[in-house]
């Protein structure tokens, strides 16, 4: 742990546009780190853990996960025990011998201390060899190689902190917030101009998301702070305070503390204050609906909040979910403003209306993504049932799996389109096969039943019934598919059950000759040779008598018999 942490001293994490510098901790406990504040990197070695089974625990963290690993392999270690036992060997030794009482004694003493001292070396030098090669790993299993070990740890800290935070880029990533704290607190109405936002500060993402956690209750600023600092957002306590400011400038929230300032802002309770909505309020609500192309008249804004929150609602289960849609969309935010009732319902849709008319434009590109996708995917998944172990659909089967795994149905460019395709020409392929093979069977044991006499002899009618009742009257057609006729013809007929056809065909020609044997020789009977294991002249003469005999009894109650 010394060796990464000294080896990391020098790293600096600035994050994002505004250069946020981010925390982190070299962590070597057995227990995962804390990934709300800090970022991590968590050491794991090959001499108390094996490394089978912590790569699988790497990877089961999945993609998203904050958290960074070293893998310290176990090298060297034959080398590392020889040393370490000279090492101690040589300490046992001073500490059991003691001081020297002559110059004898002085001059072994300081040979045994010149051996305890080179293996220290050796120790700390192997030990710096093995910790150079660890390897560096992303949660979900990506191997970071960039350089050196420092290169790939400062790497691997750098996307840890797009995962850890991922509501800061997005919202609260803004130079100058402390020069906006500074006008907010001398009473600027325009402070937010200083990170370059125009609209008003309640519309600004990060009041939007502080009103929306004071909700209908007070809270303390050290809450508010405590909340925003750590993940998902990682916002600087400058950003949060200047907000809190602004929104207690605008009466947006309320505090009993008179003279609020920075110091006072941790103790200070805030409240969000509840206004009676404006005319222009109103427009502003009429005009959110009519953008969700929701149709309202003067009057009836609350009635159809009711359909505006539910088509939220509606976009976010379409495009959101079971795999492989993205993981489900969190929309406690509108179940919390379903509660509301009245104009308190209504005001909170205006302090979110930017939120809101961002997710909605951002959803329903999304929704229209997913309707074009999900019967895609829903296609390519049934096919894939119907593979046949063949070795490139395998490797299909694995690349669709992915696509569950990872969620990856919004995913540009579209990832389903193309592996729909090769594994339809696959399948196709396959089928096809299959079919030419049985065509071929087909023809040749058809041609074998026309040369039979027995056959020859029935009627064309009474050929058409035989044929009919074993299913030899037509033989299947090569025709061009699409992905949807494939699954159409698979579904009546899988690759498995083409080749039971196949086997069973033999048996339907020569069950089509018995019953043509019965309709135009009714006194013939069939007999089957019976199989016998023959090992000797005597057990031939023995199997030819028996023979005679079963055939001679055969041949008295009918009028021919017909070997098979």
């Given at each position: 742990?010394?060796?990464?942490?000294?080896?990391?001293?020098?790293?600096?994490i600035?994050?994002?546009?505004?250069?946020?510098k981010?925390?982190?901790?070299?962590?070597?406990?057995?227990?995962?780190?804390?990934?709300?504040?800090?970022?991590?990197?968590?050491?794991?070695?090959?001499?108390?853990e094996?490394?089978?089974?912590?790569?699988?625990?790497?990877?089961?963290?999945?993609?998203?996960?904050?958290?960074?690993?070293?893998?310290?392999?176990?090298?060297?270690?034959?080398?590392?025990?020889?040393?370490?036992?000279?090492?101690?060997?040589?300490?046992?030794?001073?500490?059991?011998?003691?001081?020297?009482?002559?110059?004898?004694?002085?001059?072994?003493?300081?040979?045994?201390e010149?051996?305890?001292?080179?293996?220290?070396?050796?120790?700390?030098?192997?030990?710096?060899?093995?910790?150079?090669?660890?390897?560096?790993?992303?949660?979900?299993?990506?191997?970071v190689?960039?350089g050196?070990?420092?290169?790939?740890?400062?790497?691997?800290?750098?996307?840890?902190?797009?995962?850890?935070?991922?509501?800061?880029?997005?919202k609260?990533?803004?130079?100058?917030?402390?020069?906006?704290?500074?006008?907010?607190?001398?009473?600027?109405?325009?402070?937010l101009?200083?990170i370059?936002?125009?609209?008003?500060?309640?519309?600004?993402?990060?009041a939007?998301e502080?009103?929306?956690?004071?909700?209908?209750?007070?809270?303390?600023?050290?809450?508010?702070?405590?909340?925003?600092m750590?993940?998902?957002?990682?916002?600087?306590?400058?950003?949060?305070?200047?907000?809190?400011?602004?929104?207690?400038?605008?009466?947006?929230?309320?505090?009993?503390?008179?003279?609020?300032?920075?110091?006072?802002?941790?103790?200070?309770?805030?409240?969000?204050?509840?206004?009676?909505?404006?005319?222009?309020?109103?427009?502003q609500?009429r005009?959110?609906?009519?953008?969700?192309?929701?149709?309202?008249?003067?009057?009836?804004?609350?009635?159809?909040?009711?359909?505006?929150?539910?088509?939220?609602?509606?976009?976010?289960?379409?495009?959101?979910g079971?795999?492989?849609?993205?993981?489900?969309?969190?929309?406690?935010?509108?179940k919390?403003?379903?509660?509301?009732?009245?104009?308190?319902?209504?005001?909170?849709?205006?302090?979110?209306?930017?939120?809101?008319?961002?997710?909605y434009?951002?959803?329903?590109?999304?929704?229209?993504?997913?309707?074009k996708?999900?019967?895609?995917?829903?296609?390519?998944?049934?096919?894939?049932?119907?593979t046949?172990?063949?070795?490139?659909?395998?490797?299909?089967?694995?690349?669709?799996e992915?696509?569950?795994?990872n969620?990856l149905?919004?995913?540009?460019?579209?990832?389903?389109?193309?592996?729909?395709?090769?594994?339809?020409e696959?399948?196709?392929?396959?089928?096809?096969?299959?079919?030419e093979?049985?065509?071929?069977?087909?023809?040749?044991?058809?041609?074998?039943?026309q040369?039979?006499?027995?056959?020859?002899k029935?009627?064309?009618?009474?050929k058409?019934?035989i044929?009919?009742k074993?299913?030899?009257?037509?033989?299947?057609?090569?025709?061009?598919?699409?992905?949807?006729?494939?699954?159409?013809?698979?579904?009546?007929a899988?690759?498995?059950?083409?080749?039971?056809?196949?086997?069973?065909?033999?048996v339907?020609?020569?069950?089509?000759?018995?019953?043509?044997?019965?309709?135009?020789?009714?006194?013939?009977?069939?007999?089957?040779?019976?199989?016998?294991t023959?090992?000797?002249?005597?057990?031939?003469?023995?199997?030819?008598?028996?023979?005679?005999t079963?055939?001679?009894?055969?041949?008295?109650?009918?009028?021919?018999?017909?070997?098979?």
């Amino acid at each position: 742990i010394a060796f990464f942490k000294d080896k990391t001293k020098t790293i600096n994490i600035l994050h994002g546009f505004s250069r946020q510098k981010r925390d982190f901790d070299i962590w070597d406990k057995e227990t995962r780190p804390n990934t709300d504040v800090k970022l991590n990197i968590w050491i794991r070695d090959g001499w108390f853990e094996n490394e089978s089974i912590v790569l699988n625990e790497i990877r089961a963290e999945g993609v998203d996960a904050p958290l960074g690993y070293v893998f310290v392999k176990k090298f060297r270690d034959p080398e590392l025990r020889s040393e370490i036992i000279k090492y101690l060997a040589a300490e046992l030794t001073l500490n059991a011998k003691g001081l020297p009482s002559n110059p004898e004694g002085e001059q072994a003493k300081k040979s045994m201390e010149t051996r305890k001292e080179s293996a220290k070396q050796a120790i700390e030098e192997l030990i710096i060899k093995i910790c150079t090669e660890g390897l560096v790993y992303l949660a979900g299993g990506n191997k970071v190689e960039t350089g050196n070990i420092r290169d790939n740890i400062e790497n691997a800290l750098n996307s840890i902190a797009d995962r850890q935070f991922p509501e800061f880029k997005s919202k609260g990533d803004y130079k100058d917030w402390d020069k906006a704290l500074t006008k907010a607190l001398s009473g600027d109405p325009d402070a937010l101009k200083r990170i370059g936002w125009e609209k008003e500060p309640k519309d600004h993402p990060v009041a939007v998301e502080i009103l929306r956690f004071i909700g209908n209750n007070a809270k303390q600023g050290k809450e508010i702070r405590n909340n925003f600092m750590k993940a998902p957002y990682g916002w600087s306590q400058d950003a949060i305070d200047a907000m809190i400011v602004l929104l207690r400038n605008t009466e947006d929230i309320s505090t009993p503390e008179p003279n609020i300032n920075q110091a006072k802002i941790g103790n200070a309770v805030f409240k969000k204050e509840v206004h009676t909505l404006t005319a222009s309020d109103k427009i502003q609500l009429r005009k959110l609906y009519q953008d969700a192309g929701i149709s309202c008249k003067p009057g009836e804004e609350f009635l159809h909040s009711n359909a505006f929150l539910y088509k939220l609602k509606e976009l976010a289960g379409i495009i959101s979910g079971d795999a492989p849609k993205p993981e489900p969309i969190n929309i406690q935010f509108v179940k919390n403003i379903e509660n509301l009732d009245g104009n308190e319902r209504l005001l909170r849709i205006l302090e979110e209306q930017e939120d809101m008319k961002s997710k909605y434009t951002d959803w329903s590109k999304k929704q229209n993504l997913v309707i074009k996708r999900e019967p895609q995917w829903r296609l390519l998944a049934e096919l894939a049932n119907h593979t046949n172990g063949d070795d490139g659909m395998d490797q299909l089967k694995k690349e669709i799996e992915a696509i569950r795994e990872n969620r990856l149905i919004l995913q540009e460019p579209d990832p389903i389109q193309p592996i729909l395709i090769d594994l339809t020409e696959k399948l196709k392929a396959a089928l096809n096969k299959l079919k030419e093979n049985f065509i071929s069977l087909y023809d040749q044991k058809m041609a074998e039943l026309q040369t039979k006499v027995y056959f020859n002899k029935l009627s064309p009618e009474q050929k058409h019934n035989i044929l009919f009742k074993h299913q030899l009257l037509l033989k299947p057609e090569i025709i061009s598919l699409d992905a949807f006729a494939l699954l159409n013809q698979l579904r009546k007929a899988s690759l498995y059950t083409w080749n039971t056809k196949i086997a069973a065909l033999p048996v339907q020609y020569q069950s089509a000759l018995d019953d043509a044997i019965q309709l135009s020789a009714p006194q013939a009977k069939t007999y089957s040779l019976p199989r016998r294991t023959i090992t000797n002249q005597a057990e031939i003469e023995s199997y030819i008598t028996e023979l005679k005999t079963e055939l001679e009894n055969l041949l008295k109650d009918s009028s021919s018999i017909i070997l098979k």
